[in-house]
């Protein structure tokens, strides 16, 4: 009984110990304490993708990795990148009625190049060419875009969390 309890009391060390680390920020540099989201140019013909971009990043990469964010003289790390491709409208299924050849699902592709930069060090701490797909229905462009976005967010915080 007495090393059942202490292979238990050793497996709850161990996980809280983990969980310690996790909650510290999933091993960033301790002086990685702030970050400023650049936004993005655009070198599509689609101006409301940068500023979505742009939003999304902000809501959600700071919180996530236990940053604050900051402007970009004064932050630890910048986030930049370009917007290379919007491609929407692609068919990808369409309606069982032989009379009526309307699609009624539709796909949209965002593809951006993302550097994540350490200011403190003066190096580039990860880059990234991330394709993101999103799935609409017709005429739900919207959804569909803010499905793609979504994804290229959380491919860069994955991105930034793996290299640190």
Same mark, same amino acid.
């Given at each position: 009984m007495r090393s059942f309890v202490s292979i238990v009391m050793a497996c709850?060390? /161990? /996980? *809280?110990a983990g969980c310690r680390? @996790? /909650?510290?920020?999933g091993g960033l540099p301790s002086d990685i304490r702030s970050v400023a989201i650049i936004p993005f140019d655009n070198e599509t013909a689609s101006p409301e993708l940068q500023r979505e971009l742009n939003e999304a990043l902000r809501n959600n990469f700071a919180s996530k990795l236990g940053l604050k964010e900051a402007g970009e003289d004064k932050a630890s790390a910048v986030v930049r990148g370009r917007i290379v491709?919007?491609? /929407?409208?692609?068919?990808? *299924?369409f309606s069982a009625n032989p009379v =009526?050849?309307?699609?009624? $699902? $539709? =796909?949209? =592709?965002?593809?951006? @190049?993302?550097?994540i930069f350490d200011q403190i060090r003066n190096k580039t701490i990860w880059t990234g060419d991330l394709v993101a797909i999103g799935d609409y229905? &017709?005429?739900? &462009?919207?959804?569909? $875009?803010? =499905?793609?976005i979504d994804k290229i967010v959380t491919d860069v915080i994955q991105g930034a969390q793996s290299q640190w």
């Open positions: 709850t060390a /161990l /996980l *809280a680390y @996790h /909650l510290s920020g491709k919007y491609e /929407l409208d692609v068919a990808t *299924a =009526q050849a309307t699609s009624s $699902r $539709r =796909q949209l =592709q965002v593809a951006v @190049h993302v550097e229905p &017709e005429g739900g &462009e919207t959804s569909g $875009r803010k =499905q793609a």
